[in-house]
């Protein structure tokens, strides 16, 4: 990656000379650029088990031409292969067939977005690095004896660049960068073999401290040993912030106005209907200063801003791109997402259900035996986001009478999640967000089904 | 793809500081995708992905460095960067690098990108039609058609310089079924490691209307129970349950580092007696096969476990190097953005003599998996889930009703010892695998299997 200059937009060369040779042969042109390099380490042994370099960068256009959409990208970059993506794209287009208006403008900038890049971050020496990943190694070993392997004890970080300009004269930079850790360990007692992870996302690496987290793996992996087999029925739930947020995460499609509009939302022809318990706030809040998907605008360029999806249980709007906005007749959310080799679509991006106002422990106070969910599995194959039904594997613990009683061996839970946002019956305060930029706090569910 | 003489000078300078293996990677990939919804195509998009990685060992400590630039500077200073991460012995000098043929044992007829786009456009139109012509609660198709063509380049420090091309083409079709007030989706991708001669040889009509059978099936069923009950797996994608339960945690990459449950069972019988396992990357045009892995060596047939008992892991040139076992072709990766690790190619359960109605026949209340969802596991626990695409009740020997889709959880050494049935009509399905070396192609399958007991995460 080259070096910023001054805040000189880097890659001009290559934006020019792409501009010029679409400039007769198309409508109109975006270009997209993502330049980044990263590092990554892992410990075995005391070893250093691999050490990654990345450096890479790719461009991909999108361009308009008869009101037809088409798009190539290249991550070889010399003049003939610029050209070439631009025909090809040009090509494409041809035999698209898609109706919606598509328009590119040159949209107004935001001025306010949280700092995202830390000078400091990219002066760490590489053998603090190194010892933070060994470190988290070593007190993982030390903090119990149950504790038989490491098998992750990792750190990573990374500098990113990104581009975007249109033939409206809209042009847009943003250099972000990042560095995270984590741990993972493997405790055993009799015949229950449990894994344990913890990680943290920062851009101050002041704030890694491997002896809280190796300890903090380590308490998750052996709070889960000699677990008892649950009787299946169904239970109160609560899901800790972690799993909450990853059960937020796993059915944010929902919330996609394209696939409201394609037919793969249970949300279709629901704004401003109660669709969850008016204790539900869920957002999405590009310019959160916390999370690590913040930036100043989307994939078109279109200005991001704080979205209010659900408020107080009523669902306000879908998350939108300009052009499933136009569609709608609303505004664009600012939640255009595209990476230069993929096509224009919607994503979240600080995304999270706002903390309520409960003590975690006062959840476990509201019936006589709840289960409480700290770890789920097979979130890619059991949870259906155009269904709403999940069933997936789980671990956690039968919590009776405000006591946490046992761990559990590993079980199933299963429900709708849209059933599940309306049984919300309190919501913690602890919110936090996870590695990916999803938010939660512990969520108490009304009911749902327990298999074991 | 590279000048031989940049080559070694890239592998000589990372060798420089006294490494004791450098390998360089180069690729060069034509994608092309288009994507069908809402009876259009709605984007299409080709692209060049391009680069290259320098890999070195000093000891068991792997360095990996990449970069999408291939000038000889860019190229030599990645070496460098490689080459300064650790400080090894004695420095070995001038390697002598010898291009070897490879063999190429999966032919390609129509190679990719040959054919226009005309007739892509068309054939995703039969799929459509045939889908929403099945059953008008069929509300949405979605049609992904894809093609790769990869040319890679692999050249090591001990003289190895090969270069192989690989066609990969798919399509993915998943119909949606909708009553007003839910919905249900059918899916199928089928996919080859071959060219466009690929898609001529399936019906679309007959993929159309598969995807909508399973929607229309699935809208119209009740939820699975929940409890342990006895399951029939059947073949085709049901072999994601070996490929969870199982094959993760025989790759080096969870063995070397004793974070699987089948360390130590080498040579020890680790399932029921009549289980045999397989992972053959020499299946000729296979999805998961190949002529050679991404560290350059041939690819082979790997028997696992041989009626019950643990035969070999899959192991890549590091694992072979952690764990003493030889080298058996696995070593692969989803592009040259990831070093190469023990991954799985075409896995499968073969086939057995028990008969398929029998296994029905001898239940009665249990789950028959007509067809699987994904799945995933935590290698170091064992403790694996996959979900239930197309599933019915067995009823006192016989299929009863449909139910739909519910999670099956257990453990990898526990759930291999709990199989007691194998049929014999072993058939494979296509998936993407994910882990550490990126996201690679690959096939699982097997016979329909008997499970005595597993837990099913239904709603009842």
Known sequence: ?452 | MLNENIIEKVIDKALSNGADFAELFVENTFNSSIAFNDNKTKQNIVGNDYGAGVRVFYGHTAIYAFTNDLSEEALLKAADAVSKAAKGGDVVTSIDLTKRDITNIHKVIIPNNTIAKKEKIDFIRKVNEASRGYNNQISQVDIRFMEKNQHVMIANSEGLHVEDNRNYSRVYVSSIASNGTEKQVGGEGPGRFAGYEFFNSIDPVELGKETARVAVTMLNADYAPSGKFPVVIDNGFGGVIFHEACGHSLETTAVAKGASVFVGKMGKKIAFDKLTAIDDGTMPNEWGSENIDDEGMETKKTVLIENGILKSYMVDKMGSLKTGFARTGSGRRQSYKFAPASRMRNTYIANGNDDFNEMIASIDEGIYAAKMGGGSVSPGTGNFNFSIGEGYMIRNGKIAEPVRGATLIGNGADALLKISMISDNMEMAQGMCGSVSGSVPTNVGQPAIKIDEIIVGGRK
Not at chain 1, 15 to 33: M, N, Q, V
Not at chain 1, 56 to 65: A, E, F, P, Y
């Open chain 1, 1 to 452: 990656m080259e070096e910023n200059k001054g805040g000189a937009e880097m890659y001009s060369k290559e934006f020019e000379t792409i501009f010029a040779y679409a400039k007769d042969k198309t409508d109109d042109i975006e270009i997209l650029l993502s330049a980044g390099n990263s590092f990554s380490v892992k410990i075995n042994e005391q070893n250093v088990e691999s050490f990654n370099y990345a450096d890479s960068k790719g461009i991909g256009v999108r361009i308009i031409t008869g009101g037809k959409v088409g798009y190539a990208y290249t991550e070889k970059f010399d003049e003939e292969t610029f050209k070439r993506i631009v025909d090809e794209a040009i090509e494409n287009a041809k035999y698209t067939e898609d109706d919606d208006l598509v328009i590119m403008e040159n949209y107004p900038e935001n001025k306010d977005c949280p700092n995202v890049y830390s000078k400091e971050l990219d002066k760490v020496d590489v053998s603090d690095k190194i010892q933070l990943a060994k470190d988290l190694e070593k007190y993982a070993k030390q903090a119990d004896e149950r504790v038989f392997n490491v098998p992750y004890a990792m750190y990573a970080d990374g500098k990113s660049y990104s581009r975007i300009a249109n033939s409206k004269g809209l042009d847009r930079e943003d250099t972000q960068n990042y560095a995270y850790s984590y741990v993972g360990v493997l405790s055993a007692e009799k015949d229950d073999k449990r894994m344990g992870m913890d990680f943290l996302i920062t851009r101050d690496f002041s704030k890694f401290d491997p002896k809280k987290m190796a300890e903090v793996s380590v308490k998750k992996s052996t709070d889960l040993l000699n677990g008892l087999p649950v009787n299946s029925g169904k239970y109160p739930v609560v899901f800790n912030n972690e799993m909450m947020a990853t059960m937020l995460a796993t059915f944010s499609s929902i919330f996609n106005a394209k696939s409201v509009q394609e037919g793969r939302s249970l949300l279709k022809g629901k704004i401003g209907q109660k669709i969850a318990d008016e204790k539900v706030t869920i957002v999405d809040d590009s310019l959160h200063p916390e999370g690590f998907s913040t930036s100043a605008f989307d994939s078109e360029g279109y200005p991001t801003e704080k979205t209010v999806l659900i408020e107080k249980g009523i669902l306000k709007t879908y998350l939108h791109n300009t052009i499933t906005a136009r569609k709608d007749g609303v505004r664009s959310t600012g939640n255009a997402a595209r990476g230069y080799k993929g096509t224009l679509g919607i994503s979240t991006s600080n995304f999270m259900i706002e903390a309520g106002e409960h003590k975690e422990a006062d959840l476990f106070n509201k019936h006589d035996s709840i289960i409480e969910i700290v770890s789920l599995q097979g979130m890619h194959s059991g949870a259906n986001a155009i269904s709403g039904d999940f069933s997936l594997g789980a671990q956690g613990f039968l919590w009776e009478n405000g006591k946490r009683k046992h761990s559990l061996k590993p079980f199933t839970v299963s429900g709708n999640f849209l059933q599940m946002l309306s049984d919300v019956e309190a919501i913690a305060d602890n919110f936090n967000f996870d590695i990916s930029s999803n938010g939660a706090s512990s969520v108490l569910i009304k009911e749902l089904n327990i298999s074991g």
